[in-house]
């Protein structure tokens, strides 16, 4: 006798499915920008003061760079499909990470060469 009963609906595999069936896109792709927004503020420095200054022991450029090129990305690309009202925000917390990285950087990068410059044109 084989067993062909269905699934257990209670199976963590069959509820996390339902669970993300039940989320809108733009809550999708707005979780994971801040994901990215959080983990590069972390690796600009942007972390609690510690005793050697302020996120110093966390810091580090070549992976903000990276974060940071990927949320530009991310927003420029999904900005129509989730809206201004949702954009504008991730396009400015965006803005404040460019800067922030410009501001810790001991060598700043050329107006439109900075972390997803290439993305969203110069910050200043």
């Given at each position: 006798?084989?067993?062909?009963?269905?699934?257990?609906?209670?199976?963590?595999?069959?509820?996390?499915?339902?669970?993300?069936?039940?989320?809108?896109?733009?809550?999708?792709?707005?979780?994971?920008?801040?994901?990215?927004?959080?983990?590069?503020?972390?690796?600009?420095?942007?972390?609690?003061?510690?005793?050697?200054?302020?996120?110093?022991?966390?810091?580090?450029?070549?992976?903000?760079?990276?974060?940071?090129?990927?949320?530009?990305?991310?927003?420029?690309?999904?900005?129509?499909?989730?809206?201004?009202?949702?954009?504008?925000?991730?396009?400015?917390?965006?803005?404040?990470?460019?800067?922030?990285?410009?501001?810790?950087?001991?060598?700043?990068?050329?107006?439109?060469?900075?972390?997803?410059?290439?993305f969203t044109g110069p910050v200043n």
């Amino acid at each position: 006798m084989s067993d062909t009963t269905p699934q257990d609906a209670t199976d963590p595999t069959t509820q996390a499915v339902r669970d993300i069936a039940d989320v809108a896109a733009v809550e999708v792709i707005t979780a994971a920008a801040v994901h990215l927004m959080s983990a590069a503020a972390v690796k600009c420095g942007l972390a609690e003061d510690d005793a050697d200054g302020p996120g110093s022991r966390h810091r580090d450029l070549d992976e903000a760079r990276k974060l940071i090129t990927a949320l530009a990305a991310l927003v420029t690309t999904s900005a129509p499909d989730i809206g201004n009202q949702h954009a504008r925000s991730l396009r400015d917390g965006l803005r404040s990470l460019q800067l922030a990285f410009r501001e810790a950087s001991p060598f700043p990068d050329a107006p439109g060469e900075g972390p997803g410059e290439s993305f969203t044109g110069p910050v200043n």
